[in-house]
């Protein structure tokens, strides 16, 4: 066995557990205020019964790539819903959020291409600029200030691309979008925004933050090259859909996109599923209204509690504690109240948070019942 290699991993696990980082995995227990499953869709039998129902008509695996025989009647219906749920022109599905995030980043830039991205972008992004080999130009997160100077410095670079979660996963706030796309616009840069925790909460039909005429004027969302979406988190599956503006970006995708080409398409039955799921998003306004009225009413509930918030305005709220040890401890006692909230620490994030996600299908009680201890717990 080489000594040196198990030492050194030994070595960094007993420096995680010495500054209260090292994660471990639980079977998860308690009521679910942790998930991102949003509409409480995974949990939904029409979703079971079609994804039973895809697997009696396609099968178990997809069998090969897309380009080869992986390819199926499913996956093409699938991206047509979504580009309807998106208003855009067309959709590729891949294997999920995170493939989608790494093999467009590694098919869209390369050496010569600066990238913008804020600093509180997920790591799939990051490891997507990272695999392209580009320029990774960060600006602070969501300052608008410090994003244009950036695209001033580099106005001269050949290829540049802007990319930004449209809700940002860890702290639940939303970026200014309409000012992006006029800034992309401006300085004729690529854009790509991630709508991973916006679909089935925001915009219409729950088309994400770019489909809400609220953030968005639905005539500028054709500006938008890319978005990437999620079937793992609102949609209770799993899956990513890359949505696209342009009529040759899907033909370029599939001839150059790596993850793509060099791997098994995901099962059909699951784009089977996802039809469904688009379906009711389509077919249930009221359902996608909810996780947003049940977080205005959490948010109203924990007023006053002595902790630091961050500037959420969606279903994500997370309270800032002081230590790492302070987030595992406050943890652990709600999980011992049966209420299951997760501390998320350093790396993931800058500073440890409890990461509250609030659902469609929480009941009243349940979400008092979370506020009620976290005051007893807090206060
Ligand atoms: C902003 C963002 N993008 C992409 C992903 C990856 O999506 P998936 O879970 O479908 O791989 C995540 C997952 O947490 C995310 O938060």
Same mark, same amino acid.
């Given at each position: ?48 019964? &079609? ?8 099968? &178990? ?19 047509? =819903? ?26 869209? &830039? ?73 800034? &992309? ?18 915009? =219409? ?44 970006? =899907? ?48 948010? =109203? ?79």
């Amino acid at each position: 066995m080489p000594q040196e290699f198990y030492q050194s991993i030994q070595k960094e696990l007993s420096s995680r557990d010495e500054k209260n980082l090292r994660r471990s995995l639980y079977v998860p227990q308690g009521i679910d205020f942790c998930s991102n499953d949003y509409l409480g869709l995974a949990k939904d039998s029409r979703i079971h019964n &079609a994804l039973m129902e895809g697997i009696g008509i396609y099968g &178990a695996g997809s069998t090969a790539s897309r380009l080869v025989r992986g390819h199926s009647e499913a996956f093409v219906s699938l991206e047509r =819903k979504f580009s309807f749920l998106s208003q855009g022109m067309g959709a590729l599905f891949v294997a999920n959020g995170f493939t989608a995030n790494l093999g467009l980043m590694d098919a869209i &830039a390369d050496l010569r291409t600066v990238v913008f991205c804020d600093r509180l972008n997920h790591a799939s992004i990051l490891d997507g600029i990272r695999l392209s080999g580009a320029k990774r130009v960060y600006y602070d997160h969501l300052d608008m200030n410090d994003l244009r100077a950036k695209l001033e410095k580099h106005r001269s670079a050949k290829r540049k691309i802007l990319i930004s979660e449209t809700i940002f996963s860890m702290d639940g706030d939303a970026l200014p979008i309409e000012e992006y796309v006029k800034l &992309a616009e401006e300085f004729d840069v690529i854009l790509v925004l991630d709508e991973t925790h916006a679909v089935g909460v925001f915009g =219409k039909m729950g088309g994400g933050l770019s489909c809400d005429e609220k953030f968005l004027d639905a005539e500028l969302i054709p500006r938008i090259d890319f978005r990437i979406y999620t079937m793992g988190k609102a949609l209770g599956l799993e899956g990513g859909l890359i949505v696209y503006n342009n009529e040759s970006s =899907k033909d370029f995708l599939i001839n150059c996109m790596r993850n793509f080409i060099f791997s098994t398409a995901p099962m059909p039955a699951i784009a089977h599923a996802g039809i469904t799921a688009c379906e009711i998003l389509f077919n249930n306004p009221d359902l996608v209204a909810k996780p947003l009225l049940n977080s205005d009413y959490f948010r =109203k509930s924990i007023q006053g509690l002595a902790v630091e918030q961050t500037n959420s305005i969606s279903q994500i709220i997370p309270l800032i504690l002081n230590s790492e040890e302070q987030a595992l401890s406050v943890s652990k006692q709600l999980q011992d109240r049966g209420l299951d909230v997760r501390a998320i620490r350093p790396p993931t994030v800058p500073s440890s948070r409890l990461r509250i996600s609030i659902h469609a299908d929480h009941k009243k009680e349940e979400l008092d019942r979370l506020s009620e201890t976290l005051f007893e717990i807090l206060d």
